[in-house]
Structure formats: C-alpha cells, structure tokens
C-alpha cells in the first residue's frame, strides 16, 4: 500500500551469528523475531561490548519492558532497581540506552518530541 | 429543580484559560458552572522569557493578570490546590474547602525542577548557573550578560521531555546574535549540549538546525546525560565521566507536572497525568480530561499544541456530556517559530506521526511563511504572535487558516512504499 511517510526507512539485510537478520539504517532489527541470544551476542560484538550476566540482565529487563509497551528512558531504567545510571553507562558506555536496546534487538526509543 | 453541574479546570495558564473561554460558549447558567482554580495573580506570556535575557522584551511585555482572561461567568477561585480525590470527585483546596465536580479539567502545566540534578541549584545557582524557563531566572540571566565580558557560553538541557524544545536552540542563536552586536562574538565560546544524538529529534529538521549551528560557530555535544554540576570546577559531567567547562550555564532542568499529581497519586514518574493521545481524556477516569503541558502524551509542550487541543477537547466534552462516545481526535499537531537570529526566523508545523519538513504554511505554494527555512517574514510571525496570544489565542478564538488538526498540503513529503 502506497502511504506518504515521514521518514524513509531504509533496511538492510544482512548475516549476523550465521543468521539472516534485516536491520535498519541505523542498525537496529526491525523485527524481534530474529533475535537470539547468539545475535545479541554479535551485535553486543559490533558495539564492542563483551555480555557479562549483569549485561544480561539490563537486556532482558529492557526486551521485557518493550513487551508491556513501557516507554523507555534512561531515567526509568536508573529507577528500575535493575541497575543504576552510573552502573548503566559503566556497562553500555556512551550512550547505553541506545547501545542496550541495539544489542536487545528492540526498537531505538523514541526520544520523544 | 435540577441542580447546576460543575466543571472544574485546574490552572489558569494557557491551556485553562483557552479552555475556559471555548466552553463558556456551551455551558451556560443555570445548567452549568465553570469554575477555574489558580494560586497565581499573574499571566506570563511564557515564549517571552527568550527574550528577556537579551533585553528584546522588557518584564511589562510578557506579564498580565489571570483575571483580565477569564471570562465573567467563569469563577475564578485563587487558591492553592490541595489534593485532587478522584474516587470522590471532589478538589481539596489548601484553605480545607472543597469543590465537587462534574466534569474536572486538568490544566495544572509543567515546570522546571533543578533539584533532580545534583549541584544544579547549588552555591553557583543564579551566579554562573541559570535557567530561563521561569521569569527570575529569565531576568537574573538578563542582569548577568548586560555586563558580562566573554567567556565559555554552555546551552544546556537536562532531560527529555522538556517544555517547547526547541527554545534552547533559540536561545543558543540569539546568543550568537546578542554577542555579535556587543562586538564581542571572539571572545564568547558557544557549546550547545543536549542529551539527544543530535540538535532536534526529528531528523529533517535537526539536519537544518545542525547547519544553522555551524555556521554561527555554536559546537554541539549530543548524548549528554548529566549527572552533576560540579559548582567549584565549573563543570557539567556526565555519566560517562564527560566534563564540559561553563563560565556561564544556561540550562533547562529537568521539567515535571505539578506536585499536585504526586500528592493525588495521578501523575507517572514525572507527574504527567496519563492520558488518552487522542481524546485527551484520562486513563484512569472518564471524568478527568487533561489538557497542555500536564499531560504525558507524546506531543511538544507549547501553547502551540495547547490550543489546537483545546478545539478538540471542547468538542470531547460537550460528546462526554450528552453521554455519546469522544469523537474528536488530536493528531498531536504543534506549530512552532524558532527564532535564528539576525532577525530571522523558521517555522515548523509537524505532528504526531508527520515530521517537520520544508514547504509554505498555510497555503499550499503561496506561503507567505515558508517552513524550516530562515527568513525575516517568520521572525515578524514571531513577533507578531506575542499580540496574536494575547488577543486571539487566549480568548479561544480560532486563528483563521489554521486547523486543530495538522494539513499536509505544501509540504515536502517523501513519497515511498510502507512495509
């Protein structure tokens, strides 16, 4: 179906963990069914980040809060009582929202407005 | 007899006093009475505060009283607001009166809250660290740069979601402007520093912001999540252990809803109020309908969206009372100049799902005002907007050729294939 779209979204394929997984322009998969601890792993990889278990965690806490459709921010996420910001950005430095949720296989949160 | 309902509206700024005014029109005595509740003796005219710092707008430009827009048959009750009991449907008010409902209005705004972030409202709080979100912070930053002679400029926002986003950025460019005409733009170092990726968070328009920054030599630094200001370093650090040096911080601290929601266990963790993006009407009770800066839907907070909203929520009310389903639906429309300096300004019209992108507003192909692009005829419409809000917009008249819900015709989009 034609549609006029704000924004032009570009995807890509590509092979990740032997896996064939679509992401979009900015590295991001565009559907979660893709996604397995292996892909996570690789992607983890690209960011250069090593998934420790409190990687985990952080992963499956935020993959868990995209189910129930909770908007995320890093401010939820320090007040989660999963990790704390510092803590956050100790393991997804830079920009850990962004990072955690690539390696998640979840969409980028929408900063909003 | 029958009794008079109630509707209640809760703050007296932009938001409920638009409203006020839409529904005087359509509920009238002696089936209804329309009851408004501010604290507050004054109006500021909030896109002003801008201005103040570099002198363009003295204080009597923005500020008038609640009063003069409140319509006569409107009660206005100037009391603080002590809890909202919503199982009862009943407003406590500090004095230990009550006030019964019908149909309650939540209007109550958003406001700054510096002490989120530790040392922002320490020993440096007004001296080097400002904000301009509220009228002292506005004019003690006046009081500063009148005489200031250089240094490093920091432009700063705390957190997302912030009241009328793109007003740092203004500020960053007027900045430019005011230090060029103090000849003194060489010695002054402006870093504008944002915990987005970059200028705006739509990706049009933050490409021709980003531009305009770099060609007024503003440096950006994006993903900032602040974590202190350090008062005797003069640093803003992050969590990542980032440290950028200030002489002078401008900064938007962390905005929330009124205490007033924390108090009636109705706001979310920031004290915005759930509620339905289209209908305006609360989550948690069909009799609560929130409008502006309260509210937690993804819209911008600016008078803007405000008012496009209170047609909407008019409508929404007058179908909740004859006890028909809410029809009116709010695509999230907001409308926002952004001053560029020089006299120039751009325009940007976007809404929940339609980035801002170029094209003529509001008629397709003629204009006059072009959007998100500079021009000297935006930054009229800027000015020309301070009358426009005083005597159009507060008063719930509609503004002619521009409708509550967002038109796609003259702009750019792109067309393509959805998956």
Redesign the interface.
Known sequence: MKQLLNIKITIMEKIIAGKNITVNEEGYLTDFNQWDEKVGEALATESDISLSPRHWEVVKYLQNEQKSQVPLSIRRVGKSGIVDIKEFYQLFPTAPLKTATKIAGIPKPASCI | MKQMKNLVILGAGTAGTMMANHLQHHLKQPDWQITIVDEREEHHYQPGYLFLPFDIYAPEDIVKTIEEFIPKDVQLIRQKINRILPKENLIQLSNGEGIDYDVLIVATGAKIAPEETAGMKGAEWQKSVFDFYTFEGALALRNKLRDWEGGKLVVHIT???IKC?VAPLEFAFLADSFFKHKNLRDKVEITYVT???GAF???KATAALEHLLDEKGIHIES?F?I?QVDNENKTIVD??GRAIPFDILVTVPTNKGDDLMERSGMGD??NYVPTNKATLQSRDYSNIFVLGDASNI????AGSVAHFEAEILTDNILHYIKGEPLKAAFDGHANCFIETGGGKALLIDFNY???P?EGNFPFAGIGPLRLLKESRMNHMGKLAFRWIYWNVLLKGTHIPFVSANMS?SGKH???????
């Open positions: 957190e997302m979601p986003p915990p987005l990726s968070t739509k990706p993903d999540a974590e969590y990542g963790d920031l993804p819209a911008s907070k799902t339609h980035e992108v796609e989009y792109e067309a393509i294939t959805q998956h």
